[in-house]
């Protein structure tokens, strides 16, 4: 360990390993804890400070390669002898980055566990990731991951033909994951997904029924043989609800007697306990069932006798059917809206039936309403024309020519 004045010259010109030895450190005489490594393997040599964490170890921390002017180093090593004055570790500080888990051992260990008892779409949340974020994020330590990196991600997201949407979702996503790895201390940096802009392209399909439509689908859900999927259908259609609020329903959220169906907390997608009001149509589907006092599920699958779990196959083929093979089961949310709106019923009338917790989501059926709204501005036409209308007795003379 030859105590030296390191100088430039000595550094450039000088500075070798000795022969018979694989490495040797140079230790410089005017500054304490400042010494250059050279090893017998690299041409290239590095500096280092040498110091004492608050434990009283021995540290190493790098400061550079050689290639770095003596002056800069020198500079570099009296800022970390400062910091180290004050209570820091940087070697410390350098293993702890080092130890963050990565995002696929958060993802998997931490994110997913924590979000499956609190979040109903978290099989969609482990879909994402598997198919596209895992390979890119997968292998990089939490601390690792860029605010450039996920923008990059995002925009070959979208050159990869997903919807703008889609790609949205796989950011908020990733954000999510790392406001999470922040609050439990795993990660202490800035989120570097936070205010990524998002595409937000509006991706509203609606899709509604014309009348000779609307008899066309009401003619095969009334004639086909699979009688129990037509009867989950004409109850969507007549109360307005989501496909898994039918599939879970059970006799005990049904009261007939006051025309009602309270959807539980456990069901209800505002996470509330929702009053759904049963009109005829909705009463009628009821009274066709033959599960009622044999069944807790108010929809059942009499070969297997357990509750549906998914109808989209039989919806295919019902849509095809009907000759309306874009129509969506969730169109027919969409489609009882318009019912109630083109009544005549008030937007809050409508957010409340259908559950919506934020009244803009019901804006959506604003442009509905166009019928009804002509109809209360021609009530005002009709008061000014029958206002125009002056009695004979009343008309001014005429004057003689």
């Not at 004045?5 to 304490?32: A, N, T, W």
């Not at 779990?309 to 027919?332: M, N, Q, S």
């Not at 009709?382 to 005429?398: D, N, Q």
């Amino acid at each position: 360990m030859p105590i030296v004045k390191l100088s430039q010259s000595f550094i450039d010109h000088e500075m070798k390993c000795p022969e018979g030895k694989s490495r040797v450190e140079y230790c410089d005489i005017d500054h304490p804890g400042l010494y250059v490594l050279a090893s017998a393997a690299s041409n290239i040599a590095s500096y280092y400070l040498r110091y004492k964490n608050g434990n009283g170890k021995t540290c190493h921390q790098k400061i550079g390669r050689t290639t770095l002017p003596l002056a800069d180093a020198i500079k570099r090593f009296k800022e970390l002898k400062a910091e180290i004055t004050l209570g820091a570790d940087p070697r410390g500080a350098e293993k702890a980055r080092k130890e963050v888990i990565t995002f696929a051992a958060f993802f998997e260990n931490n994110y997913i566990p924590y979000v499956k008892p609190r979040k109903r779409s978290w099989e969609r949340d482990n879909e994402l990731y598997r198919l596209r974020i895992k390979k890119v994020f997968g292998d990089r330590r939490l601390n690792q991951i860029t605010r450039q990196q996920i923008q990059s991600f995002h925009t070959e997201l979208l050159k990869e033909g997903l919807a703008p949407a889609t790609c949205d979702h796989h950011i908020k996503l990733i954000k999510h994951a790392l406001f999470l790895a922040i609050d439990w201390g795993l990660l202490t940096e800035k989120n570097p997904a936070a205010r990524i802009p998002l595409f937000n392209r509006d991706n509203k399909v609606e899709h509604y029924l014309d009348d000779a439509q609307l008899e066309n689908l009401l003619a095969v859900l009334r004639t086909d043989d699979n009688r129990a999927i037509c009867q989950i259908t004409l109850f969507m259609l007549s109360t307005g609800c989501r496909l898994n609020e039918a599939l879970s329903a059970t006799w005990s959220q049904i009261d007939k007697s006051n025309r009602v169906w309270r959807i539980p907390a456990l069901n209800s997608k505002s996470k509330r306990v929702r009053s759904v009001p049963l009109n005829d149509s909705a009463l009628d589907v009821l009274e066709q069932l033959d599960t009622e006092g044999k069944f807790d599920s108010v929809f059942l699958n009499v070969k297997t006798e357990q509750a549906y779990t998914t109808i989209h196959k039989v919806w295919h083929r019902l849509r095809g059917k009907a000759g309306l093979p874009h129509l969506r089961l969730h169109d027919l949310r969409h489609q009882y809206a318009s019912f109630l709106v083109n009544s005549g019923r008030t937007l809050y009338e409508v957010q409340q039936i259908l559950g919506h917790s934020n009244p803009i989501v019901t804006q959506r059926y604003a442009h509905l309403s166009s019928k009804s709204l002509q109809a209360a501005a021609n009530s005002a036409s009709l008061l000014i024309k029958a206002a125009s209308v002056i009695p004979a007795t009343e008309r001014p003379a005429k004057v003689p020519a």
